[in-house]
């Protein structure tokens, strides 16, 4: 298992994450993704550290919190050290009826971080995400409250989750200018099905050196291989019950139809391909998996060691490439001349 830095930080992480959304037995839109116990949450978590993994991603809304409270006793019941794991999670979903218990604003993180450490049962988090925008509370007031988190010992590093590439970017010259905390990482949708982060939040993050962490690599499940034009998939499956995030179907099943040959050519799954052309990418840090089982575990972290040829490289990027649009393809064709003079 590789190890990559946390964007422009000295921290190490591996370029597999556990990701924790299916720990937890919650009824509504959790129960589609996950319906684990601890015994089977250990199991889990042992699988991954065996494999090399030291990246878990949690949320304080998973499940309500019983993500973090189960991730934490994962880490407990393990024996594991705390130098042994980098611990993400993150703040702004609604974990109560009140109006201010959702949010970013200074109440409410100050409140939360306090919330998580203790379902986690841990003295510091290494990365804390918000984890979406909040339309009420000024970028200043959630950036301040974070900093005073790093300055307070509670957490390590800051990333985000979900924002636009303009907000992230104003979010970076407000720490600058007043000497906060900066984001770190972006978490972030990114799957072969789904690209549209290469247009405008991917140059960010390599110009501001800025860590990235697909989730929902396999497209909500859709490229687990399970699903076919002839097959709506298992019954039960979280694509089927909970159909999200949004893919251009025809698209993905293209791709579905070429990495079936790349897959049996590897002696893979098509799930592991799809993995490893995230992994090819050189911009992205960590890929975040999901996994009800051990053997989730083992197939999707043997992804880092699929080696993809350039001629499977070209043919999955041809059908998952974007569609042109502006102002891109102004860009590209306004380049060309100065392009040319380096050939």
Known sequence: MRMKKLGNT????????????????????????????QNEVDEIVRAAF??????????????????ELMTGQAVRNL?????????????????GPGPNQSGLSRAWILRE?????????????DLYQIHGHDPLTPLEETLDALNDCVRAGKVRYLGLCNLPAWMIAKALWISDRQGLARF???QAYYSVAGRELEREIVPLANDQRLAILPWSP??????????????????????????????????????IDAM????????????????????????????????KTREHVLDNSAATELKLSAEELATLAQISALPPEYPGWMLEFQGRDRREALK
């Open 10 to 37: 000295g921290l190490l992480v591996s370029e597999i994450c556990l990701g924790t959304m299916t720990f937890g037995n919650r009824e509504g839109m959790y129960a589609a993704i996950g319906q684990l116990q």
């Open 50 to 67: 065996d494999r090399g993994i030291n990246f878990i991603d949690t949320a304080d809304v998973y499940h309500g919190g019983q993500a």
């Open 79 to 95: 024996g594991l050290t705390r130098e042994q794991f980098v611990l993400a999670t993150k703040v702004f979903g609604r974990m």
């Open 113 to 125: 971080v306090d919330e998580s450490l203790k379902r986690l049962q841990l003295d510091y988090i």
């Open 184 to 186: 770190e990482s972006v």
């Open 218 to 255: 396999l497209a909500g499940g859709f490229l687990s291989g399970k699903f076919s034009r002839d097959s709506q998939g298992p019954q039960g499956s979280r694509r089927t019950t909970f159909d999200f995030p949004p893919i251009d179907r025809e698209r993905a099943f293209n791709l």
């Open 260 to 291: 079936r040959p790349i897959a049996e050519t590897h002696h893979a799954s098509v799930a592991r391909v799809a993995l490893s052309w995230l992994l090819h990418q050189p911009h992205v840090t960590s890929v975040i998996i999901g996994a």
